[in-house]
């Protein structure tokens, strides 16, 4: 229970004591000294930018949808995408392996010895992980803390959680990221960025599409008679 105990425990402290730091608000007051540090030293800026990424992922603290804008205000939609994209992914597998290490194996060598339909919900998972993979990461409404969690409780290898993330989550990514490298408009506008654009159906259609691409194989198997689900 001790690495999931760590992070539980960061967790609630970073949400008590930066909920009001890692804002829009704080970006919005320290844009002009971001880009003046970005500009005079890039390389560090990237290394730093994505370090406290990681840090914010791997310990669920609140700013997660900042720090993408962030990358995307910085950085633009490229290289600040990839940026994005690969912090998260790494924060997410500092999650899974937490996870794993404590709860995951011992849960998932439980559910391979279980009888009825516990066993036949792991053989499902088991038989269709790539699907269920992509699934919960293109799905905007599954939360991303959970989506790292899932994996590890049902025994996904880590090279299968690490390839499903890193893809997984490039379309909400890049959106997220494009809205960033907007900010500069908002600001001089006085507005907030529109986060619910990812809801807008030139956006959410494709990536419904996405999903239906990853649940296919399953619902395949099912017509032709594959293992119960």
């Known amino acids: 229970m001790l690495p999931i105990a760590i992070i539980v425990a960061v967790a609630g402290v970073g949400a008590l004591t930066l909920g009001d730091q890692l804002s829009f608000e704080t970006l919005r007051e320290n844009r002009e ?54 912090a998260a992914t790494i924060g997410a597998t500092a999650i899974f392996l937490a996870a794993r290490w404590g709860l995951g194996e011992r849960l998932a060598t439980r559910m391979d010895a279980s009888e009825g339909r516990v066993k036949r919900i792991k053989a499902a998972l088991d038989e269709n992980q790539w699907s269920v993979l992509f699934l ?23 090279v299968r959680f690490v390839f499903s993330t890193f893809l997984g989550i490039i379309p909400g ?10 900010l500069g408009e908002v600001f001089e506008r006085g507005a907030a960025p529109n986060l619910a654009v990812i809801f807008e159906p030139q956006i959410l259609l494709p990536i419904l599409g996405l999903c239906a ?5 399953v619902i395949l198997k099912a017509v032709r008679g594959g293992r119960e689900i």
Request: net charge positive; no cysteine.
């Open 33 to 86: 000294a971001l880009l003046a540090w970005r500009d005079s030293h890039f390389a560090s800026a990237v290394l730093v930018f994505m370090a406290a990424y990681v840090v914010i992922v791997a310990f669920s603290l609140p700013g997660a949808t900042v720090a993408t804008l962030t990358g995307g205000f910085l950085f633009g939609v490229f290289p600040g995408a990839f940026f994005n994209i690969v």
């Open 136 to 158: 919960i990461r293109l799905v905007p409404v599954v939360p991303f803390f959970v989506a790292n969690l899932i994996p590890a409780f049902v025994g996904v290898s880590l």
């Open 173 to 182: 990514g890049v959106v997220y990221t494009s809205v960033g490298a907007g």
């Open 213 to 217: 691409l990853a649940v296919l194989p």
